[in-house]
């Protein structure tokens, strides 16, 4: 997939010059063979149709689209009777999903949006005859773009100048647009973090009026967005919906870290800004943004300041855990997730200050279990994120659990309950009883264990367990 006459450019990969309009018009989009079964199906039937939004947005940008979205001038109806597998999805939002393979595209009829007076749904959608009026419902120019093989690039709004500019603009009025649904001021910012872009200054601005209006989206729908946000290119932007009063609504601790000052030779940002730069410097992966952005959220509940003007954050790491929990959970994030995040947030200092042991390292191993290289990249990010003091000895000392961690890997160390040479069957047997003390039992020879593993044979273990049989049976 790629656009032919492209030129690159240092925001895009887009036309540029004088012959703008006139390349524009040329340009074509190599649509994957299903997409255009589907624009043609629809074509020879009589009706219009267009591949629309992100994914014209990104082939002109010369990116690979995530999916393939069509809008046509055909009813619901009328598409789910063109095509032999479809899905409703939203039918009352006009979208069908049509099935081609393995592989879903989701075809929308040309529409505009009533009020989001819940801040949720439109209240009501109108299906209407035209593309322009479909376009024009549509969030930011650059989003608003619709392509067909006959017509080539249907640009009304100035698209393809904003993605030259680098700037994320709303289609019509801003004021009216983020009044209509306060959603897409994070959207403005999140598209502006996937791109690289900056937000129009008129963006900017009326954010910083409407902010407050986020309050009435659902916390699923901002979770989309953050989430996309965090795993963009930019995740530093989110300082940007710091600034426009946009976190205050979905995220008021960030807002709380953004004002707690760090007054240690480790550091040399506040808490929100360690925290900004924690992300940004971090693995790009979901479940360790989402640790980088909580892994400090506790620190101004715990700050204490001694008698020479030195921040402490003592059990910054528990309490934080719990705050992660109680967040995510309102984020409605699943329990996996909130699960290892938690776990991450938890034990994001592992390590610290101490003499990293091949037997610490299994322990940390059985506590992180699939998750200790996150919990690697979580630490190098924590560090990258600090001052300089005492750099090189805080990513040695990663460098050597991460040394340790294969070894540990290749010898094919216990770690895990699992992989110990008994289980509570066994136990059972030499005389142990059901219940929670066999738990408890199994619980001490791993850890016996992890300070040996040359002691994870049965019989070892078994003789081991024996001579605990009369305080645990
Ligand atoms: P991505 O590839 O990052 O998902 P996208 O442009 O496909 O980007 P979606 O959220 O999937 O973003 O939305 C698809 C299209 O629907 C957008 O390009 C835009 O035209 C339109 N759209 C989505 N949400 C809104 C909204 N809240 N208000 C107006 N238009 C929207
Ligand atoms: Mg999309």
Redesign the pocket.
């Known amino acids: 997939m790629h656009c032919q006459e492209q030129v690159s450019d240092h925001k895009c990969g887009l036309i540029k010059g004088p012959h703008f309009d006139y390349m524009k018009k040329l340009m074509r989009i190599d649509i994957p063979k299903d997409a255009k079964y589907i624009l043609d199906t629809l074509s020879n039937a009589g009706f219009e149709s267009y591949i629309?939004?992100?994914?014209v947005?990104?082939c002109v940008l010369g990116l690979k689209?995530?999916?393939w979205?069509i809008t046509t001038n055909a009813l619901p109806s009328q598409v789910k009777e063109l095509f032999r597998r479809t899905v409703d999805t939203g039918l009352q939002h006009g979208t069908v999903t049509v099935m081609m393979g393995d592989t879903a595209y989701e075809v929308t009829t040309y529409r505009t949006?009533g009020d989001?007076s819940d801040g949720r749904h439109p209240d009501n959608v109108t299906f209407v005859s035209s593309l322009e009026e479909d376009?024009k419902?549509?969030?930011?120019t650059?989003?608003?773009m619709a392509y067909n093989e006959s017509e080539g690039l249907v640009d009304l709004f100035d698209g393809c100048a904003d993605l030259k500019k680098g700037v994320i603009r709303c289609?019509g009025n801003a004021d009216d647009?983020f009044s209509?649904?306060a959603?897409?001021m994070l959207?403005a910012v999140?598209?502006a973090a996937?791109l690289g872009y900056d937000l129009d200054p008129s963006i900017y601005g009326s954010i910083k009026k409407h902010a407050k209006d986020l309050s009435k989206v659902s916390a699923e729908?901002i979770t989309?967005?953050l989430t996309?946000l965090l795993i963009s290119d930019h995740p530093e932007m989110i300082k940007d919906a710091y600034e426009t009063g946009l976190t205050s609504v979905f995220f008021p601790e960030f807002d709380v870290a953004m004002k707690t000052p760090q007054n240690h030779i480790h550091h040399c940002f506040n808490v929100g800004e360690h925290i900004i730069e924690s992300v940004r410097v971090s693995k790009n992966d979901r479940i360790v943004r989402f640790a980088m952005l909580l892994h400090d959220i506790a620190k101004p509940e715990v700050m204490t300041i001694d008698e020479k003007g030195i921040t402490h954050f003592y059990s910054h790491q528990t309490v934080g855990e719990k705050m992660t929990g109680e967040i995510l959970r309102r984020w409605k994030l699943d329990n996996d997730t909130i699960r290892r995040v938690c776990r991450l947030v938890k034990n994001h200092d592992a390590g610290k200050g101490r003499e990293i042991t091949p037997a610490f390292t299994r322990k940390v191993v059985s506590v992180m279990e699939d998750d200790f290289e996150r919990l690697l990249e979580v630490i190098k990010a924590d560090v990258l994120a600090q001052s300089l003091y005492m750099r090189e000895e805080k990513l040695r000392s990663i460098d050597r659990m991460r040394e340790q961690y294969l070894t540990i890997m290749k010898e094919g160390d216990c770690c895990m309950l699992k992989d110990l040479a008994v289980n509570g069957r066994d136990l059972m047997e030499i005389g142990f009883k059901p219940g929670p003390a066999l738990g408890d039992v199994l619980q001490k020879l791993l850890e016996s264990v992890i300070e040996e593993p040359s002691l994870n044979e049965r019989d070892i273990l078994l003789k081991k367990a024996s001579s605990f049989l009369k305080d645990f049976s």
């Open positions: 629309v939004g992100g994914c947005r990104d689209p995530d999916d979205d949006d989001y376009l419902r549509r969030d930011f650059i989003n608003a289609v647009r209509e649904d959603l897409r959207r999140r598209f996937k729908r989309t967005e996309k």
